[in-house]
């Protein structure tokens, strides 16, 4: 089975700063992925890769069996075309901390945006799948909102649904519920957990450590730009085996 994402020995530098320093790993599809670590250790430099927001120095890293940003002929690679590397970005949904709606849009609006301008769609065939997607992140009701005039967990599903109106192979979540106050955070992680049982494949950086347990499927503990440790969620979370993630959990747990 070609896996969903795979990164062999990734590296990203920023400047001197070298961030990412050899990152392997393999995420199946249909898997909850959960990717921990400490702050600075690389975790949104790593999702922005996978979407070829930054552009990795050296190794290999595909989505869904494609190179992300090349193509290969022989055993030389291919820069692609911007409107190729748009193509690839379309398939990959992202979610951020900080929910950035469109704020002279409504909850609705929003969502119906991109399919439109993207895929061409018509607006009817878009406010249709607009609308279901309201419904299943429990806001048909707030359709007519505009950002401002909902909760910060509120504009987070709308978010994720903005982001499912592309139908994407792969989401990313980069901590979508550390902005919030913890009372909105289980509504988030609920549309997450449906998410996860309606089997779409997902990153998800967070230290919510109880939703990596319960939901996830791996693991990993990423420190200075590694993978220090990866497992199933429980494995590593009860017994954990380094050091560094000892530390790191007993912080967060
Ligand atoms: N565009 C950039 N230019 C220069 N340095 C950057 C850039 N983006 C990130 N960095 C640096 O890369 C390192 C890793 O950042 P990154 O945002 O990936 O960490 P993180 O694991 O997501 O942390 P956090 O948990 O705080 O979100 C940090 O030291 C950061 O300062
Ligand atoms: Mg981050």
Redesign the pocket.
Known sequence: MTPMVKAEGVHKS??S?H?LRGIDLEVAPREVFCLV??????????LRCINHLEKINAGRLSVDGHLVGYRQKGDKLYELKDSEVAAQRRDIGMVFQRFNLFPHMTALANVMEAPIQVKGETKAVARERAERLLDRVGLADKAGNYPSQLSGGQQQRVAIARALAMEPKLMLFD?PTSALDPELVGDVLDVMRGLAEDGMTMIV?THEMGFAREVGDSLVFMDGGVVVESGHPRDVLTNPQHDRTKSFLSKVL
């Open positions: 920023y400047g700063a961030i670590g400490p702050s600075g250790s690389g975790k949104s430099t790593f901590e950086v």
